[in-house]
C-alpha cells in the first residue's frame, strides 16, 4: 500500500480495523476525520458505569445511543468499553440504602442486571466488549488489584462478569483490557489470569492491550512478545487505547505550545516500527484503536499533569495527517 491512498482505515483494510475513541461532542467537531479515516470506535466514557447508569433506577443512553447511531450511518464498526471497573462507577452500586456495604449476592445482581441491559441495548451495534478493565494489581505478588468487586464479590467477579455478558450477547467478542500490558511483571499476572479464567470456561475472546506507550517505552520488540505471549493463550488480540506520549513518564510540567521538530520525527519513526510490528502480527491481532481521533481531542492534555500539551496520535490539531500518519500508511507489504 503506497502513500497515495488517502485514508488510514483504508490503508489498513487488509489487516484490521482502525478505531479512535470518541465522545459525543465529536461527531460535531471530528465526522468528516471519523467517516474518511476510520472504521471503528470506542466510546472514550459514555459506556462507563457512571455516567451510563448514574443511579440505582436510572440509566442514560443518549450519548452512547448517539454514537452507536453515527457507527451504523457511517459503516463503522464499535468497541464497547467498558463493563466492570474500579474507577468510574458509582458509589450506590456497592452500597445499600443505608450506606452498609452490600452482599455477595446483591453484588451479583447488580452486575448481572447492569451487564444484561447496557449490553442487551446495543447487542446490534457493539461487536466486542472490555468487559472486565484492569483487573490486575500493578505491584507485589497478588494477581488481582483490590477493589470493591473483588471485595464484596470475591475472586470469581471476573468470572462471573464474562458469562453475564455472554448470555446478554452470545455472539459478542468478549476481551480482558489492561495497561502496562507489555511490562514483564504485569504481562505473568495478566497471562496467569487469563489461563486460569479460560481454564474455568469463561467466554473471553481476547485481550486488549491499552498500548498508552511513550517516547522511550516499550520497545517494538517488547511490543511483539507481548502480543505473542497473550495470542498463544489461544485469544486474539487488539490494541484499544493506542497512544505514544511526546513525555517520558518521569517528566513534570511543561509549557510547550506547539511540537519541536525532533518531537514529531521521534513519535513519526516509533509509530512506523510498531504499526510495522503490528502488520507482523496481523494473525493474532482483530483491531487497532487510537485514544483520540487528533491532537486536539486526547486525554494526555491531562494525564499525568494537568493542562500540558501533548500531541499523541496520528492526526494534527487541524486534524491533518502527521508525519506519523504518512510513515505507518507508507508500507510495501
Ligand atoms: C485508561 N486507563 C482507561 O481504560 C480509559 O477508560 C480511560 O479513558 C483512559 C485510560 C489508563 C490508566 C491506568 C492507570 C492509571 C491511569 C491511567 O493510574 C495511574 C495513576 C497515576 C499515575 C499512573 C497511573
Redesign the pocket.
Known amino acids: 500500500m503506497s502513500i497515495s491512498t488517502s485514508s488510514l482505515s483504508k490503508a489498513y483494510k487488509a489487516y484490521f480495523p482502525i478505531g479512535a475513541a470518541i465522545g459525543p461532542r465529536h461527531l460535531r467537531t471530528h465526522a468528516d476525520l471519523l467517516s474518511t479515516q476510520y472504521n471503528s470506535i470506542t466510546a472514550?466514557?459514555c459506556m462507563k458505569f457512571e455516567p451510563i447508569h448514574p443511579e440505582p433506577d436510572r440509566y442514560a443512553f443518549e450519548d452512547a445511543d448517539a454514537l452507536a447511531n453515527f457507527a451504523r450511518i457511517n459503516g463503522m464498526k464499535m468497541r464497547g468499553?467498558?463493563l466492570v471497573w474500579h474507577n468510574q462507577t458509582p458509589k450506590w452500586v456497592f452500597e445499600n440504602l443505608d450506606g452498609t456495604p452490600v452482599s455477595r449476592e446483591t453484588l451479583l445482581k447488580r452486575m448481572q442486571e447492569h451487564i444484561h441491559t447496557v449490553v442487551g441495548r446495543y447487542k446490534n451495534s457493539v461487536y466486542c466488549w472490555d468487559v472486565v478493565?484492569?483487573a490486575v494489581a500493578d505491584e507485589g505478588e497478588d494477581i488481582l488489584r483490590k477493589t470493591k468487586w473483588l471485595e464484596i464479590i470475591g475472586e470469581d467477579y471476573l468470572l462471573k462478569a464474562y458469562q453475564f455478558t455472554h448470555e446478554a450477547d452470545p455472539s459478542a467478542l468478549l476481551f480482558y483490557?489492561d495497561?502496562n500490558e507489555t511490562n514483564p511483571a504485569k504481562m505473568r499476572k495478566i497471562t496467569q489470569l487469563l489461563k486460569n479464567l479460560l481454564e474455568r470456561g469463561a467466554p473471553i475472546h481476547g485481550m486488549g492491550m491499552?498500548a498508552?506507550y511513550g517516547p522511550s517505552h516499550p520497545k517494538a520488540e517488547d511490543i511483539r512478545l507481548a502480543i505473542e505471549t497473550y495470542a498463544s493463550l489461544g485469544i486474539k488480540v487488539q490494541i484499544t487505547?493506542m497512544d505514544l506520549s511526546v513525555y517520558e513518564r518521569e517528566d513534570g510540567p511543561c509549557e510547550l505550545r506547539k511540537p519541536t521538530k525532533e518531537m514529531m520525527d521521534h513519535q513519526a519513526t516509533r509509530y512506523e516500527r510498531i504499526f510495522a510490528t503490528l502488520r507482523e502480527c496481523k494473525a493474532a491481532i482483530t483491531g487497532v484503536t487510537l485514544?483520540g481521533a487528533a491532537d486536539d481531542a486526547t486525554?494526555l492534555d491531562n494525564?499525568?499533569v494537568r493542562r500540558r500539551k501533548n500531541w499523541p496520535l496520528l492526526f494534527d490539531e487541524n486534524h491533518q495527517p502527521k508525519e506519523a500518519c504518512r510513515r505507518v500508511m507508507d508500507f510495501q507489504d
Request: net charge negative; aromatic share 26%.
Open positions: 472514550e466514557n468499553h467498558t478493565n484492569e483490557n495497561y491499552q498508552h487505547e485514544w486525554w494525564f499525568p
